[in-house]
């Protein structure tokens, strides 16, 4: 699905001039098939300071991660655009107090993959 698709969660307004609380949520709704390659799907939604502004259903995403290797980077991206919309090297230029990044979601696990990951070191 990697540039395949694109599926855009939008807010209903800009954020406000000054320091805000930003948060993006998926509230899963459709279940992986890792075996065919499809990830978890659900709603996507956006907030500023805890008031939903923005939602819209995300059918798919990647079943695994891509280039995770060096660690995750806000508010730069070196690599390939996210989206044709982008245009690389992106560079954000205001200020970036905090970044948390919670996944305490259940989680997804793909019992054949770690089957075979196991039996490879044998």
């Given at each position: 699905?990697?540039?395949?698709?694109?599926?855009?969660?939008?807010?209903?307004?800009?954020?406000?001039?000054?320091?805000?609380?930003?948060?993006?949520?998926?509230?899963?709704?459709?279940?992986?098939?890792?075996?065919?390659?499809?990830?978890?799907?659900g709603?996507?939604?956006?907030?500023?300071?805890?008031?939903?502004?923005?939602?819209?259903?995300?059918?798919?995403?990647?079943?695994?991660?891509?280039?995770?290797?060096?660690?995750?980077?806000?508010?730069?991206?070196?690599?390939?655009?996210?989206?044709?919309?982008?245009?690389?090297?992106?560079?954000?230029?205001?200020?970036?107090h905090?970044?948390?990044?919670?996944?305490?979601?259940?989680?997804?696990?793909?019992?054949?993959?770690?089957?075979?990951?196991?039996?490879?070191?044998?």
């Amino acid at each position: 699905y990697v540039a395949r698709e694109f599926h855009h969660v939008r807010a209903e307004r800009p954020v406000p001039a000054g320091r805000h609380r930003l948060r993006f949520e998926v509230d899963v709704t459709i279940e992986p098939d890792i075996a065919a390659g499809r990830g978890a799907g659900g709603l996507g939604q956006l907030y500023i300071d805890g008031e939903l502004v923005g939602a819209a259903e995300v059918p798919v995403t990647c079943p695994l991660s891509l280039g995770l290797t060096s660690g995750v980077r806000v508010g730069w991206a070196p690599g390939a655009p996210v989206g044709p919309e982008i245009t690389p090297p992106f560079e954000y230029g205001g200020v970036i107090h905090s970044v948390t990044v919670d996944v305490s979601g259940d989680l997804i696990e793909d019992d054949e993959a770690t089957l075979r990951r196991i039996m490879a070191r044998q």
